[in-house]
């Protein structure tokens, strides 16, 4: 069983700044990339930051929030953050986390927050 629990979400004024955590917990032995994922109401979802470790950290973000948006991650906590600056309308939406991850059996799975989420809510 693997549990992600997302924090800090909320509502902010265009401009502002927020802090997203996402805490990976369970049978876990390594996480080899984690994401955030997106959507807004009405639209679908959107990968908006990947952070993948291994001999290398790479961080790849959507174009829509190149410059603005930087993932990072806690390997000892098992924690991805997304630290979200000069926030815009349209970055209104759920977040939620994903991990791919090597199990306690050694198997490679991917486990995603999908139901849970934190809002994030930019007014304009």
């Known amino acids: 069983q693997v549990q992600l629990v997302e924090s800090g979400g909320g509502l902010v004024q265009a401009g502002g700044s927020l802090r997203l955590s996402c805490a990976a917990s369970?049978?876990?032995?390594?996480?080899?990339?984690m994401a955030w994922y997106r959507q807004a109401p009405g639209k679908q979802r959107e990968l908006v930051a990947t952070?993948?470790?291994?001999?290398?950290?790479?961080?790849n973000y959507a174009d829509s929030v190149k410059g603005r948006f930087t993932i990072s991650r806690d390997n000892a906590k098992n924690t991805v953050h997304l630290q979200m600056n000069s926030l815009k309308p349209e970055d209104t939406a759920v977040y939620y986390c994903?991990?791919?991850?090597?199990?306690?059996?050694?198997?490679?799975?991917?486990?995603?927050?999908w139901g849970q989420g934190t809002q994030v809510t930019v007014s304009s």
């Open positions: 952070i993948t470790s291994g001999s290398t950290t790479n961080t």
């Open positions: 994903e991990i791919v991850y090597r199990s306690g059996t050694g198997n490679i799975r991917q486990y995603a927050s």
């Open positions: 369970g049978s876990i032995v390594s996480i080899k990339t």
